[in-house]
């Protein structure tokens, strides 16, 4: 062992030397884990072949838009490659207009300079997505009888790699919204912003339509969700303009998996995070900086969101793009609310919605209130 240790040291020091330009931060131990073995794995893509080619076309289209930021050598050029090139590159997949990929791709393979950057960060993310399929696959098998056991025995899987678990209760949002370097992303690459937004959509729609019981009525929710999904990118004003959570969306399913959940919301928060730390200049440490978010991010106990949420009544997925287009103070405001109130919010004028919340700003200052959200 002390050999082996002493041969370590030796080749790195070879390395060094070979490679003087490189920081000793650049090498970083990686291993792969490879999810739960069930018989229901790629019941997906057999069940919904439409659906399981969105998931591919997203996974490429996270990979691309890392690795583009890397190579763009300046801010203009990343904006052009990104707002330009990768939003109709992805935007021709989705529609059929151009050829799709069969598989989803190793990030590694499609994105080697971002992967290189914040391998730990890339680790958590690729083992959230696992469970994100995996519970896809559960829901779509109509051989698994028990879904419930099912989802929780991956769901335990999941938790055995504390290192990449995103935590079991939902983060505060001011993590996304409130540091210094908070917003620039959106700001800079509004459209692809949406267009990941829409991507978090997507899946959340999913997970509340598998869990339809009738094969049928599934099948037809399923394709509603693409089809309002590929909508979005034949017109981009329909894309999102705040990051839809399990609550409003996918509320059948936020509360007969709230861990679960909380996980893939915390997992699309740490995504816009992670988008903020990339594109801002003053960021000059970006994987210094990725890497102390990811531990905010990763602590079960750390920046827990204090405010209530109220799950929405389901809303059909056809219908909700009053509900995607409130801002993200406005997407707030709703969630404090609850029953008949949230629809009575949905339903208002922009003027009456900033009257409500001015409303609820007032009322959270009365002793005896809970202080949530700082974003109201």
């Known amino acids: 062992m002390r050999s082996l240790r002493l041969s370590r040291i030796l080749i790195l020091s070879l390395i060094g030397l070979l490679f003087p330009s490189l920081s000793w931060a650049q090498f970083e131990q990686r291993e792969s884990v490879f999810y739960l073995y069930g018989s229901y794995n790629y019941a997906t893509m057999r069940a919904y072949p439409e659906f399981n080619a969105m998931l591919n076309i997203i996974d490429i289209g996270h990979a691309e838009l890392a690795e583009r930021l890397m190579l763009a050598k300046t801010e203009p050029d990343a904006v052009r490659l990104i707002e330009g090139d990768l939003f109709e590159r992805v935007t021709g997949m989705f529609l059929g207009d151009t050829r799709r990929p069969r598989f989803s791709p190793s990030e590694e393979t499609i994105a080697p ?57 939902l983060k505060s949002m ?82 007969r998996f709230p861990e679960v959940a909380a996980t893939f919301d915390n997992l699309h928060t740490f995504h816009d995070i992670y988008m903020d730390v990339l594109t801002n200049p003053l960021v000059r440490d970006k994987r210094g900086e990725a890497y102390r978010q990811l531990a905010v991010m990763l602590d079960p106990e750390a920046e827990l969101e204090t405010m209530t949420m109220h799950p929405l009544p389901p809303i059909p997925f056809d219908q909700q793009q009053p509900l995607l287009q409130m801002d993200p103070q406005e ?12 629809m009575k919010f949905l339903k208002m004028s922009p003027g009456e919605r900033k009257k409500r919340m001015e409303e609820l700003r007032l009322e959270m200052e009365h002793p005896g209130m809970t202080k949530g959200h700082s974003g109201m």
């Open 331 to 342: 997407q707030m405001a709703m969630m404090m609310l609850s029953g008949d109130e949230q």
């Open 113 to 169: 300079r971002s992967v290189r950057l914040a391998w730990k960060v890339n680790k958590a993310f690729d083992w959230t997505h696992y469970l994100h399929r995996q519970v896809y696959d559960i829901l779509s098998d109509d051989q698994v009888k028990d879904k419930d056991k099912a989802i929780r025995e991956a769901f335990n899987y999941y938790l055995t790699e504390p290192d990449r678990v995103f935590p079991t209760r």
């Open 174 to 255: 001011n993590l996304m919204e409130k540091q210094a370097f908070s917003g620039y992303w959106k700001k800079r690459y509004p459209k692809f912003n949406g267009a990941i937004w829409a991507y978090h959509w997507l899946q959340l729609v999913a997970n509340e339509a598998l869990l339809e019981p009738d094969p049928r009525v599934r099948r037809t929710k399923m394709e509603l969700g693409v089809s309002e999904f590929k909508q979005m990118f034949r017109d981009p004003s329909r894309l999102p303009r705040h990051m839809p959570i399990s609550p409003e969306v996918s509320p059948t399913f936020a509360k």
